[in-house]
Antibody, heavy 119, light 107 residues
């Protein structure tokens, strides 16, 4: 069974940093391109970024609103996807989902972790 | 960047009705288009990928069509459990933009 479990969310002040993690199991993580998607309270889905598998270069792409502030990385030895978020803004408040697929459809989603940016 | 739009933004229909949601891309995305269903308070669920391929386990009353810039999601006979918001997403190239969503409820 595919399982994606996000962690690391919480309350942070504007300008602060937070690191989200996504523990993956039930599939070959190292071969899988992965994405982060977020959803602000009461709003729609917003693609945050993706990371390719290392065999496909391991490169990342990010959405314009987070480019230069958020960094996606992966640790294939621990089957873990990460999202380092710096210079956080109030508009980054959202539930953050880890998903499979980063150049294809997102067929599996985690339960999400809530990030609240507020003073 | 390619922009995605959806219409209508919301609709209300009766049980058993045929429901159609449209998704439009500002530039061609071939068939690199997925549809997701998100029920209130739940995680999004993949319904259709490659514009018209039904994800395993999804009821056959859901179907997708289109290519290039214009796509449709059809529910052939609306059921109470289909109350949800539906999103399209293009994955032709990054950024993999979602449409704004269409909320479906029962009349």
């Amino acid at each position: 069974e595919v399982l994606l479990v996000e962690s690391g969310g919480g309350l942070v002040k504007p300008g602060g940093s937070l690191r989200l993690s996504c523990a993956a199991s039930g599939f070959t993580f190292s071969n899988t391109w992965m994405s982060w998607v977020r959803q602000a309270p009461g709003k729609g889905l917003e693609w945050v970024g993706r990371i390719k598998s290392k065999t496909d270069g391991g490169t990342t792409d990010s959405a314009a609103p987070v480019k230069g502030r958020f960094t996606i990385s992966r640790d294939d030895s621990k089957n873990t996807l990460s999202l380092q978020m710096n210079s956080l803004k109030t508009e980054d408040t959202a539930v953050y989902y880890c998903t499979t697929g980063g150049g294809s459809e997102s067929d599996y989603w985690g339960q999400g972790t809530l990030v609240t940016v507020s003073s | 960047d390619i922009q995605m739009t959806q219409s209508p933004s919301s609709l209300s229909a009766s049980v058993g009705d045929r429901v159609t949601i449209t998704c439009r891309a500002s530039q061609g995305v071939s068939n690199y288009l997925a549809w997701y269903q998100q029920k209130p308070g739940k995680v999004p669920k993949l319904l259709i990928y490659a514009a018209s391929t039904l994800q395993s386990g999804v009821p056959s009353r859901f179907s997708g069509s289109g290519s290039g810039t214009d796509f449709t999601l059809t529910i052939s006979s609306l059921q109470p459990e289909d109350v949800a918001t539906y999103y399209c997403q293009k994955y032709y190239s990054a950024p993999f933009t979602f449409g704004p969503g269409t909320t479906v409820d029962i009349k």
